[in-house]
């Protein structure tokens, strides 16, 4: 007999363990409006008040939301209180149980490892259906298919066909008028003067060094491209600097001498069309490159 008494007194201590806590004292739930329509989201706030330090989750699959289903969480908070922690949720929520229902919205407490079920007030809400007193409940058989105007017309296609022949025809004519600007360029350039080269005038650059610069580095540009021209015999005076390197090197003249010439007359360039304006010691030095050029050609 009292074998048995301890067992009833264990299933009782048991189910008091299992059974959905009630709400504590200062829980609350409210929803953001009191009619829906079946399936229409809507906004569930709770405040859930626990000791301090818990933690609150939702229990989606509990059966007191009574058809009302848990889309997300929105927004979650908590703050202490004394020995307490308020939890403040934001919910959203769906009913899918029409007419004038209640459900209670669910939590799991856990404190110190030990999760314990809440069950917070109920909520009503008038859940209105989307069918009319009268309408069928079976699904309503789809139109038949009707024809509309605008067809394609039948010259659509000829049209079409059209306007690719007169783009090819137009790319083409492009295509030749920039050619024939190229070649009357071409023809237009004056041939390459036969009159002697003008000395170089390192000295007359050498005297504007500190006091013009632009016109002391346009004469050390040019008579570079003279000493140039004659010694490896192109046309140093007409090439760009880049052109230049590339000819030096391509007549096999020594890589380091073409950098060189390359390095100076860039530095010529930035002065006479950039602006650029180096320091004294700077100028003297290209001035003394300019020479060692000019002396190695000759």
């Avoid at 048991?14 to 409006?33: C, E, F, I, V, Y």
């Avoid at 020995?83 to 799991?108: E, N, W």
């Avoid at 296609?157 to 306007?163: A, D, E, H, V």
């Avoid at 050498?206 to 008579?223: C, F, I, N, Q, W």
Wanted: aromatic share 6%; hydrophobic share 45%.
């Amino acid at each position: 007999m009292t074998r048995w008494l301890f067992v009833a007194l264990a299933a009782v201590l048991a189910a008091a363990a299992w059974a959905p806590a009630r709400a504590d004292d200062g829980d609350t739930a409210k929803l953001s409006r009191s009619s829906a329509i079946i399936g229409q989201q809507v906004t569930l706030k709770v405040q859930v008040i626990t000791p301090r330090g818990a933690t609150v989750e939702v229990d989606p699959a509990a059966p007191s939301w009574n058809g009302a289903s848990v889309i997300r969480v929105i927004a979650e908070s908590a703050r202490d209180d004394g020995d307490r922690t308020v939890h403040a949720i934001d919910l959203v929520v769906a009913p899918f149980l029409t007419g004038d229902t209640s459900f209670a919205p669910a939590f799991s407490v856990t404190l110190n490892a030990i999760s314990t079920p809440r069950v917070l007030p109920p909520v009503q809400l008038q859940v209105l259906p989307t069918l009319g007193p009268n309408d069928p409940l079976e699904l309503s058989p789809l139109a038949p298919p009707t024809a509309i105007n605008g067809a394609e017309s039948p010259l659509l296609r000829p049209f079409i066909g059209l306007g690719i022949v007169l783009a090819v025809l137009l790319a083409a004519t492009g295509v030749a008028l920039a050619a024939r600007s190229v070649v009357r360029r071409l023809r237009r350039r004056a041939p390459l003067s036969t009159e002697p080269l003008p000395a170089p005038d390192l000295g007359g650059a050498e005297g504007l060094l500190h006091t013009d610069p632009v016109a002391a580095y346009r004469k050390l540009a040019a008579s570079v491209r003279v000493v140039i021209s004659e010694r490896y015999g192109f046309p140093a005076y007409a090439m760009t600097t880049g052109e230049v390197q590339g000819r030096m090197e391509a007549r096999g003249i020594d890589s380091w001498q073409a950098r060189l010439v390359r390095g100076l007359l860039e530095e010529c360039d930035a002065v006479v069309y950039a602006g650029y304006r180096p320091a004294g010691e700077r100028r003297e030095a290209d001035l003394t490159m300019a020479r060692e050029i000019v002396e190695a050609a000759s």
